[in-house]
């Protein structure tokens, strides 16, 4: 496949690698007292069935459209376009340490637990790199065009630009409603 052998992919895959060992050596490096806080509430929350789903939902949806909004915008603007991998990072520095929370919390039900939200993420990067190859590919076509002086439809690349947008903002929208309703309901029985 043509986006597997690009470069750009591979790129945002190893940047979304480093993330993930940034995010992993902030645990280690940071006061384990403030996080346990945070996580027991939302596990408690879950286990006595007083997570809130609609606004659980309400914060996935939010958190996946603004990620994704921003990297369809940035391949708009040329010059941005590169921050996506500032994104992915991010996306890997959060997922690095939200597992080793888990698993130094809950030590082996923490395993469990960090399987059944590490697949949900895994699927939210997977769609997230997707979109940022789309985006810096579609902004690096754009300023070639642009540099060389050639003429190219920008209505039907444009349009192609949107669709892509939509399928992969659907596919998260499916995400969000996984992660709530299904990845918590799972996390009950482990817990």
């Known amino acids: 496949m043509k986006i ?56 996935s949806v939010k958190s996946n459209i603004i990620s994704s909004f921003i990297i369809w915008i940035f391949g708009i603007i040329f010059i941005f376009s590169m921050f996506s991998f500032i994104i992915i990072a991010f996306r890997g520095i959060s997922l690095g340490f939200m597992i080793s929370s888990i698993i130094y919390a809950f030590r082996l039900k923490g395993l469990l637990i960090g399987l059944i939200l590490l697949i949900n993420n895994l699927f939210n990067i997977s769609i997230l790199l997707l979109l940022s190859y789309y985006s810096i590919n579609f902004s690096i076509k754009s300023f070639n065009a642009f540099r060389n002086n050639r003429s190219i439809n920008y209505k039907d690349f444009f349009i192609k630009y949107v669709y892509i947008y939509l399928i992969l903002v659907s596919l998260l929208l499916f995400s969000s409603l996984f992660e709530v309703y299904i990845s918590s309901n799972l996390i009950k029985f482990v817990v």
């Not at 992919?9 to 690698?17: N, V």
């Not at 993330?19 to 902030?26: C, E, K, N, P």
């Not at 384990?32 to 879950?46: Q, R, V």
């Open 4 to 59: 597997i052998r690009s470069r750009i992919i591979k790129l945002l895959i190893i940047t979304f690698l480093v993330g993930v060992l940034l995010g992993i050596i902030s645990f280690i490096l940071i006061d384990k007292n403030y996080i346990n806080i945070d996580l027991f509430n939302y596990i408690d929350l879950i286990k006595n069935n007083k997570f809130n789903y609609l606004l659980g939902l309400y914060n």
